[in-house]
Every structure is written in C-alpha cells, then in structure tokens.
C-alpha cells in the first residue's frame, strides 16, 4: 500500500465506527460518511422512521465483554449499560481516538460505484457532486430495511400493523389487544415494554427458543464463558462436532432451566440449535409469560376479520395491533449491481424455510466482495453468538492487515470456492429452520479473524512454543487470560502485525477484580 491511500467509511454506528479507528491507526487516510446529524447509529433513540433502540433497552451482553478491544467502558457504568450509556460510550471513543476531524455528519451517500477510468470508487454525494476513494469500507447497517412476511387476508386488518422499527412508545397501545409475531431479541423486548399499556399482549412463534437471563445469582452469565472454555470447544467441534453441538445445546438448556422454570404449553421446546441461532436474553419475559401479562401462543397463519386472526393450531385471536418482530432484510442498494454481494443469491437458498425471504450476501469471510476483495468490504454480515462491537473490532482489524499486504487472501477462485461451500452450510441449516444469513462457523471464522488480524492469542495462549514461553514468564497473567472473563482486551495484549494496547492489561486485571468485588444489579 502507498502512503496516502484514501478510505470511505460510510456509516458511523457502532461497526462504522471502529473501523474508521482501526484503518486509520494503520496509516489509511481514512474519512467517515454519517448521514445522520450524529453518529452511533441506532444506539441514539429516536422517534423518527428509522430503527433505533427502544427508550427502555438495556444491552444483552456484559459491558466487560461487549466493549471495544482497546476501550473499556467506564468504571462506574453498571455491567448492563442502558441505551443511553452504551450511545455514550461510542461518543467517548470519538474523544479517545480523535475522530471527529474524520467524520462528515449530514451526509448521506447516495451510490457507490466503480470509475473505470481513475481506477477508484466514486462516492455520489446527496446535493454535492462525486468525492473519489481508493477504497470502500460499507457499514451502513443491517437493520434497515423491515422484513415483513406475506399474510393470508392482511390487506383486511382493520388495526394497526407496524414493524419493529416503526414501534417506539408502548403509550401508543394503551388499552389494545396486541400480537407480536416473532419470539426473538426484539419481539421479547417489544412485548415486555407493552406491559402495563396495553390490553393484551400475545406472542406468535413458529419455533422455539432458549431463553436466557443477563445475571444467575448476582453473576453475570456472560462472565462464566472463559478463552480455555472456548478453545476447549474448538477441540470438541474439530473432533467430535455432532457431539459437541449436542453437548452446547444441552449445557444453554440447562442454564434456563435452572434459572426459569418453562411451562411446557409454552411451545417452546424444541428450540432450534445455537448452531443457527442465538438464545432470547430477557430477565422479564418468563415472569410475564407465568402471570399471562404475555402470552405465548403458536404461528399467526391468517387474518380472518378486520379484529381477528387465525394461528397455526386453529385458534382465533380478537386483536387490534399487530407488530411484526420479524427482522429486517439486508440492503445494499447504494452499491453499483455489479458489486452489490446480494444480488446472486441462490435458488437453493431462497427456496429453504429458514431463509425467510432474506438474501444471501456472497462476501468472503462475510466481509470481502469477491469482485474487488482489495478494495471493497462490508460490516455487519458477521453473525454467530458473540458480541457484535468484538466481532467488527476484529473484522475491521483483519481487513486493515489485508488491505496492507501484510495477511493475504486466497485466489478469485478459491474464495468463490470457499463461499460456495460456506452457503451450501448455511442453506443446509436453513432446510432445519431460521438462520441469520451471516451466520459463520464460530471456531473458523475467530481461527480466520486471529490470523489475518494478527492478534497473537491462538499463538501466545496456544500449546505451541510461544505458549509455554508466556505461560513461563507470566504464569498468573496468563491464568488470568485463560479463566478470568473473556475480555475483548485479550485482543490487543500481545504485539503482532497490528497495534497493541499498552493498557491492555490493567483493563483485564481491573475488569476481573470489579466482577468479584461487586455483584451484578440489573437496573
Ligand atoms: C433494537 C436493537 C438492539 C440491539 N441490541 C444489541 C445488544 O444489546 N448487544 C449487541 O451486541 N448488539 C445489539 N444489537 C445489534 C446491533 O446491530 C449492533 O450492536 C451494532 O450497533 C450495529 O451497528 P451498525 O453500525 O452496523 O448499524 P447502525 O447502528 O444501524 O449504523 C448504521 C449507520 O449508517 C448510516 N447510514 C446508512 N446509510 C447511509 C448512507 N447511504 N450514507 C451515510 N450514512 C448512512 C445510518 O444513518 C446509521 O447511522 C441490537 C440491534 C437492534 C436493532
Ligand atoms: C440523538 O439524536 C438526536 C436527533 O434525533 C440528536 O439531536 C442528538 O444529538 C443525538 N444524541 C446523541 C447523544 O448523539
Ligand atoms: C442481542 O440483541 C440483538 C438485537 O435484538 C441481537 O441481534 C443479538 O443477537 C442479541 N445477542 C444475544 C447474545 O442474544
């Protein structure tokens, strides 16, 4: 890479963020595109038409490891940040990294296309002409655009019918008979914010699910996941991988059962394998399923009266609103056809029942365009149970050593090759039922991440000789690294291709010894 090679970054959210901080760290010249009046995406509430969390969200995954690898949250945050926390904290690492001379608010991309002639991307700016870059990082955010399924006799619904992304006030519902349809993250917070506005509250769903609490007895349950544990199941999948789904599945099952007790008639049972989707993280949702202030029931199947709907059992349902938690289809329209990733996707896929009418973007390592892999990426079509702010970290870390020649990709060939097999997989779980479209093999993906990223951990906390060199010289850190929490630090402790973090350690150290010294209070 030459000095001065210009880099795009449209989208500052979360994912848009890091990855304007980790290629400008490694000399990019690098400039981000928010067409917001502000960045952090959809952390900001907001009541205007376009998704953001809820007033009431709190996030599902511990502050300890949902941070950025080299910025902790601050110290007297609570382990379960609130919204507005968690939209603070992407303000400070604007601070932190001084990234504000980098970033161009109220500026909405329009197209993204290649410039034959220059050999660059032309950016098409709303209400200015065309800006030039070397390359293109898009991180525009997977959810955009609602995916509505079709339903028998919708267009007769006499109510209200909005998605997710439209529901902002639980007030709006005062007094209605509601069915949320979708038993995911956002249709458990969606019916659990409803409670005490309106009438009545039903949940539709078509498959099961596990449902998990942030904290068991004053301990987060995010906390008892360890890097030995995780490298513990990498050995089980590489040897034994039927046994070692089998065995995950059993072990998250337990854990709700030995903090909620699951009625039976709830339907939720059997749940679909963490394999190809991630568990409902709510403390609320069994208690309100136990009182009946929410009420599970099966698949919406038809609308029959302007007031009532028929589900998959047969029942009729009176209701007056539906809200429809059914996700949201990736989109990448501001991208020229040619290289727009989900524009091939195939027959196989569309035609499997867990593929919900989404598309399937063709990317290698669900990050790179196999048309233009040396200059075009995209952010957020990583999906498998880890926290997001982690994944992109490392995925924008790894993108930054590859685009500076420093970790290499296969052959054109080999990558169409490698994302054929990739989707032949991911149609394989669609046939058994939901699955995001960016779900990746976990082991591989983190194998992949580590080596083109240049972390050092598969090495430093591995059996090799760099391994048992560590472990000589620093046995308590070491043991620290290996069963204290996983931290997204642990990333950015050893020198390698990329940037290290001098306070790497003192932010590992700190963040186990708050966990024991205080027990967890959600708010
Ligand atoms: C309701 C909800 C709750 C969630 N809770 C959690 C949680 O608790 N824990 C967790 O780890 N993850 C959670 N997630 C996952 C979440 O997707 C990620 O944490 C992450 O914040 C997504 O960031 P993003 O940058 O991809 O997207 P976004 O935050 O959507 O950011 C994309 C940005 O791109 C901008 N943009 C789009 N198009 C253009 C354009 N053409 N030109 C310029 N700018 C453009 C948008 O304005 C936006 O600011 C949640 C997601 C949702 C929807
Ligand atoms: C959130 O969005 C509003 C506009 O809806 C904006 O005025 C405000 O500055 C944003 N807040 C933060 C903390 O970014
Ligand atoms: C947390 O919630 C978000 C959005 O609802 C979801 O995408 C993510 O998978 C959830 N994480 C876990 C661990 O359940």
Redesign the pocket.
């Known amino acids: 890479m030459g000095e001065g090679t210009t880099v795009a970054v449209i989208g500052l959210g979360a994912l848009g963020l890091v990855s304007l901080k980790n290629l400008a760290e490694e000399g990019y010249v690098v400039t981000g595109f928010e067409r ?5 995406g959809l952390w ?5 038409d376009k998704t953001s969390v809820l007033q009431s969200t709190i996030v599902n995954i511990s502050k300890e490891r949902g941070c950025f690898t080299d910025f902790p949250f601050e110290r007297d945050v609570s382990s379960y940040p609130s919204a ?1 926390e968690v ?2 904290y992407l ?1 400070n690492y604007v601070d932190h990294f001084k990234l504000s001379p980098n970033i161009r608010l109220n500026t909405c991309v329009k197209q993204v296309r290649r410039d034959q002639v220059r050999n660059k991307w032309a950016l098409d700016i709303e209400g200015a002409g065309p800006e030039h870059f070397d390359k293109v990082v898009i991180a525009i955010g997977m959810n955009s655009i609602p995916n509505i399924p079709v339903v028998e006799g919708i267009e007769s619904f006499g109510g209200v019918c909005v998605h997710s992304r439209a529901f902002k006030r639980p007030d709006d519902f005062v007094g209605k008979k509601v069915l949320i349809v979708g038993l995911g993250n956002t249709g458990a917070d969606t019916a659990t914010s409803l409670i005490g506005y309106a009438e009545e509250i039903f949940i539709a769903h078509r498959e099961g699910t596990i449902i998990l609490p942030r904290v068991v007895d004053g301990k987060s349950l995010d906390h008892s996941v360890n890097f030995r544990l995780t490298k513990l199941q990498d050995f089980m999948n590489d040897h034994f991988p039927d046994f070692a789904e089998k065995n995950l599945n059993k072990f998250v099952k337990k854990i709700q059962d030995k903090a909620f007790t699951i009625d039976p008639k709830w339907n939720l049972s059997p749940a679909p394998s963490l394999k190809q989707s991630v568990p409902v993280v709510s403390d609320t949702l069994v208690t309100a399923f136990e009182s009946g202030s929410v009420q599970p029931v099966s698949a919406l199947r038809k609308v029959v009266q302007e007031n009532a709907v028929e589900l998959a059992d047969g029942t009729h349902l009176a209701v007056d609103s539906i809200i429809w938690c059914t996700g949201y289809k990736t989109h990448f329209g501001l991208v020229e056809d040619e290289y727009d990733p989900t524009k091939r996707t195939t027959a196989q896929w569309a035609a499997s029942r867990g593929s919900n009418g989404k598309p399937l973007p063709r990317l290698y390592q669900n990050i790179f365009s196999l048309e233009r892999p040396d200059s075009l990426a995209f952010m957020g079509t990583v999906a498998f149970p880890n926290p997001a702010f982690q994944i992109y970290d490392l995925a924008s870390m790894a993108l930054a050593q590859v685009w500076k020649g420093r970790s290499s990709l296969p052959s054109r060939a080999s990558m169409e090759a490698a994302v054929d097999a990739h989707h032949e997989w991911v149609c394989g779980l669609a046939r058994r039922g939901s699955v995001y479209p960016g779900i990746v093999k976990p082991q591989e993906w983190m194998r992949w991440v580590n080596e083109a990223a240049g972390t050092g951990v598969d090495e430093y906390l591995g059996y090799g000789w760099k391994g048992w060199a560590f472990w000589a010289r620093e046995p308590r850190f070491c043991n620290l690294l290996m069963t204290g929490i996983y931290s997204p630090h642990v990333f950015r402790v050893f020198d390698g291709k990329k940037k290290k973090w001098d306070g790497a350690r003192l932010a590992i150290e700190r963040a186990n010894e708050d966990v024991k010294m205080k027990k967890v209070k959600l708010l």
Not at 36 to 40: F, P, Q, T, W
Not at 44 to 48: F, H, L, V, W
């Open positions: 917001n009046g502000y960045v952090g900001n509430y907001t009541e205007e507005a939209q603070a303000l």
